[in-house]
């Protein structure tokens, strides 16, 4: 449990990257002149294993994707307003700086059942287990594109991924050659820039992102001024450097710096003031392809998370350490089967002096196989399981598998069977939230008593997708129920009395259903609608209560031949009262409609290219709320210049 | 009686200039493989060759192509690559079978010798693919991929205007777009990705290389483009697939044209390899969500095609 700790994987890296940095060849350079070469020259393997998406008809879970075009006809700033785009999935904010993205239900401030991957990086973090999106180095011009699987994949992912996963791929090293610039203003407070630049040369490219983002947060409400604005500042590189044909070694850093208000002045301790958070990380990936499309795989990453939350005399501030170390062998054991297997080690370190007795370092260990069987070219079936030990006296071993079946090349049925568990979070298991308040004494809010078992989810799901081109429309439906036992909630043993602590108090059984449709017409016309419906039978009404009865999206975009584009977003949920709400901030029914117009122009003959794009968010209904009632949404309204060089 | 006399001369002169004017070399034909380069590619092409060899035929290897004057007696060259093919045509008179150079290289090769100095006997086997094959396969694996997206500059060694043609007869769209430098390479390529349905790549490593492909093909695939390559090679780094002859497939070739020159002196004319490789990478092309049929019903169908069936 001391500092020093923290660099134990440190010189494994330096070891590794100088194992690399030697003895590299490239047999025909400098005989540029032969004709014979185009077919003689190596190449470097460039779409290996671990850059081809898995096509959703083959994949073991449901999986929406969200590409660039979605991104940008969607007109959001913030990456977690993206996930409205996924069926199933609830978004909102517990103040105007903290996001909340919930799968499935238990819709509280920290969604814990969610993995979250940046690069192959996990995000979320210690102590609660959720992301704090703000704080993420990433700018939404940063993504590539962003794959959700919805449902357990626990097997592949790890103890966090319990509802779902989100992963998040960032624009490679080599995508922008230029620069890039955009700024972004508007009312509430929205002001936002960004740069990126880049450059490459083939054997090592970069791509550098500089971001400033800022806003109001919500507006003054009846029932609080909402001082939860926010100023972040970051920066994020990512490089690429390919020695030879066979090896790629990637490099990445970023940083992320920023206040965020927080408090209100109605409260008689928590003043409306500002956090000071900085994040950083930096991540190593070494990635060799091997004989017949194997790849082996090993990275390293390090994360710093830090809040700085001044409270007067008193303080409650956060420090988090992550040293994290992945190994990935990608294999054909034959023409028709494919395995994945790897192992992971992370060595979290947490120092909250408000929130636990003493500094915590644990590790967290985990061993996963997953097997892809084509048992001929309708049957196809994936296997797999992981198991994780979270170093702080769980263990578990979640298993997984799925068929899918090709009816024909349109149409493919799936059904899954999975088991998963979610170890504890730190907090779950050690918190000890307390404040030594001057005049008053010690006020304890949380204090856990540890002993927790992990929870338990029990999946099972039957999946259709088919795929009509020639009419331009596909869709993904998907019928599922999750048994959750064992689930972990905070009880006190005086009802509204603190200390609360954490306990295995749910049992709920979750059956729904998922559909997206995605139609295309004429040259450019889009339009994605995703519906989910969910019920929830639980021994607890206010689980029951925590997720909407279906929510609905819609996403139309059309781009003109003038260079002009459109896009309208459709947002609609039922009623919710998340499980960590009292009755009065029930969120009724909402609905809401964003509207992105654009236009494209060269700006000179050399290819400049810029773009003005004005996004209304909520233009016609009338202000709705988010999460709690004094989170007000009322109409947003900004420009975003852009310009390609 | 006269024209009976004269018409025996003939025949018999007729016979002597057939069958004996220059010696054949059924039992011991001098056989110089020279190499362009002493690089593996070249190296492995020598193996192949040497191994398929029926043992009649006294193989060297020459790695060095400067030094291709100074070998003791040669029946036939196989030179193997552009500047063994060089050497070989410039500074001997042996005949001269010349692998592993495209068509059009061939045909500069024989621009760029003089007529003085050239091999009496000089012929080849290309080592790329006719239009007409690569055409074939392309509607074979993707028959609904009609526009064809290609990228040239003036160091393309492809004749396009034949393709054209071929294309044409085919009803496929060319999305042809010329790459003015190197720095225009990946405008260029947007321009074209934007309105093709396939990325055909050409041999001219000023725009397909070790250091531009990554990109290319990552721009291939973010557009869901699938990428049609050269080679084995092309098909491990990303390209969906491609239609090519093997080092194995073409030493056949040179084989078959050394027995006929042991046979009777001749040389084949110069023509496309009879036999060809189809290569495909089913993990990319599930990935753009694209069902391939198996190599083995896509060159059915390719023969079928050819055989006039619909």
């Not at chain 1, 001057?438 to 795929?467: C, D, H, K, M």
């Not at chain 1, 081109?469 to 959750?484: H, M, N, T, V």
């Not at chain 2, 007869?169 to 042809?176: G, T």
Request: include cysteine; charge should be neutral; glycine fraction near 6%.
């Amino acid at each position: 449990m001391n500092l020093s700790s923290k660099n134990f994987l440190q010189p494994t890296v330096m070891c590794l990257s100088t194992f690399l940095l030697l003895g590299m060849c490239d047999c025909l350079a400098g005989y540029d002149d032969i004709p014979e070469q185009s077919f003689v020259q190596e190449l470097p393997v460039v779409l290996n294993a671990s850059r081809l998406r898995q096509p959703v008809s083959e994949a073991p879970n449901a999986m929406t994707v969200i590409d660039r075009a979605m991104i940008k006809a969607s007109g959001f700033r913030t990456i977690p307003d993206l996930f409205r785009l996924v069926p199933g999935m609830y978004v909102s904010n517990y103040t105007g700086n903290q996001a909340i993205v919930g799968y499935h239900g238990v819709i509280e401030q920290h969604s814990r059942r969610m993995q979250v991957l940046v690069d192959g990086r996990t995000v979320y973090m210690p102590p609660y287990g959720g992301v704090v999106w703000e704080d993420l180095p990433l700018q939404m011009q940063d993504i590539e594109r962003i794959e959700v699987i919805r449902g357990p994949a626990a097997a592949s992912y790890g103890g966090n991924s319990i509802q779902g996963v989100i992963n998040i791929i960032t624009r490679d090293a080599s995508v922008l050659q230029g620069f890039e610039a955009s700024a972004t203003k508007g009312n509430g407070g929205i002001s936002d820039a960004a740069i990126n630049f880049g450059d490459r040369s083939g054997k090592l490219d970069y791509r550098a992102s500089l971001g400033y983002r800022s806003d109001d947060g919500y507006d003054t409400s009846q029932y609080d001024p909402n001082y939860d604005g926010h100023t972040t500042r970051l920066f994020n590189l990512r490089t690429s450097y390919q020695p030879n044909a066979t090896d790629n070694l990637e490099v990445q850093f970023g940083y992320n710096k920023g206040s965020r208000g927080v408090g209100s002045d109605n409260s008689q301790f928590d003043k409306a003031h500002d956090t000071q958070n900085t994040a950083y990380f930096q991540q190593i990936t070494w990635l060799r392809n091997l004989e017949g499309g194997n790849e082996f795989k090993i990275q390293y990453s390090h994360t710093y998370r830090d809040e700085l939350n001044l409270l007067g005399v008193l303080s409650d501030n956060i420090t988090v350490t992550r040293h994290e170390v992945e190994i990935q062998h990608t294999l054909h054991t034959s023409h028709t089967n494919r395995m994945v297997w790897g192992a992971q080690l992370r060595q979290d370190w947490v120092k909250a002096p408000n929130q636990f007795w003493s500094e915590l370092n644990f590790h967290v260990s985990s061993l996963f196989a997953h097997d892809e069987w084509r048992i001929n070219p309708q049957w196809i079936l994936n296997t797999g399981a992981m198991l994780e030990n979270n170093g702080l006296g769980q263990e578990s071993v979640s298993p997984r598998m799925a068929l899918n079946y090709h009816v024909d090349k349109k149409n493919t049925l799936r059904v899954g069977l999975s088991r998963a568990y979610r170890n504890p979070s730190v907090f779950e298991e050690r918190g000890y939230y307390h404040f030594d308040i001057p005049g008053v004494g010690l006020a304890i809010f949380y204090q856990s008593r540890g002993g927790l078992n992990p929870e338990r989810l029990t999946s099972s799901e039957i999946g259709y997708l088919g795929a009509f081109l020639e009419k331009g429309f596909s869709i993904d439906a998907r019928l599922y129920q999750d048994k959750l036992d064992d689930g972990i909630y905070e009880t006190t043993d005086i009802p509204l009395t603190p200390p609360v602590y954490f306990e295995n108090i749910i049992i709920g059984t979750h059956t729904g259903l998922e559909v997206t449709t995605k139609h295309q017409w004429g040259a450019y016309n889009q339009l994605t609608f995703n519906y989910s419906h969910q019920d929830i039978n639980s021994n607890r009404g206010d689980y029951e209560q925590s997720v909407p009865a279906y929510m609905i999206s819609a996403l139309y975009s059309n781009s003109f031949a003038n260079n002009a584009a459109v896009s309208i977003g459709y947002y609609q949920q039922a009623t919710v009262l998340p499980m960590d709400r009292p009755a009065y901030d029930r969120q009724q029914f909402t609905r809401r409609i964003d509207l992105r117009l654009a236009k494209k122009f060269k700006a000179n003959a050399h290819g400049t290219e810029g773009e003005i794009a004005l996004v209304v968010q909520n233009p016609i209904t009338d202000k709705h709320i988010d999460y709690r009632r004094r989170n007000e949404f009322n109409r947003r309204a900004y420009l975003t210049a852009s310009i390609n060089l | 009686m006269r024209f009976n006399r004269l018409r025996s001369v003939v025949l018999v002169l007729g016979c002597i200039f057939i069958f004996n004017p220059i010696p054949c070399w059924a039992d011991n034909l001098r056989l110089l493989v020279v190499l362009s380069y002493d690089l593996p590619a070249y190296q492995s092409f020598a193996n192949t060759l040497t191994k398929n060899l029926p043992e009649s035929v006294q193989a060297t290897v020459l790695h060095n192509p400067e030094k291709v004057a100074e070998q003791p007696q040669t029946d036939l060259i196989v030179s193997v690559g552009m500047r063994a093919s060089l050497s070989a045509v410039s500074q001997t008179k042996v005949p001269v079978f010349v692998v592993m150079i495209p068509k059009v290289s061939y045909e500069q090769l024989l621009v760029q010798s003089p007529k003085q100095s050239r091999a009496p006997l000089i012929s080849t086997v290309y080592l790329d693919q006719p239009w007409e094959r690569q055409l074939n396969f392309i509607q074979a694996i993707l028959p609904e991929h009609r526009r064809i997206g290609l990228l040239y500059s003036a160091q393309t060694l492809a004749d396009l205007t034949l393709l054209r043609k071929q294309a044409a007869k085919l009803d496929i769209s060319l999305i042809d777009k010329r790459v003015l430098s190197e720095d225009k390479l990946f405008s260029t390529l947007y321009d074209v990705l934007d309105s093709s349905d396939i990325l055909l790549s050409l041999p001219d490593t000023t725009i397909y290389n070790s250091t531009s492909i990554r990109n290319i093909l990552l721009s291939c695939y973010r557009s869901g483009i699938p990428f049609i390559g050269l080679s084995q090679t092309y098909v491990n780094a990303g390209a969906i697939g491609a239609v090519f002859s093997s080092q194995q497939q073409l030493s056949e070739q040179v084989v078959e044209a050394i027995r006929l020159f042991a046979r009777n002196g001749n040389l084949p004319k110069p023509e496309y390899s009879h036999d060809f490789t189809i290569s495909l990478n089913p993990e990319v092309a599930r990935s753009l969500d694209i069902k391939l049929s198996s190599p083995g019903i896509v060159r059915s169908i390719m023969s079928s095609v050819n055989r006039g069936i619909p």
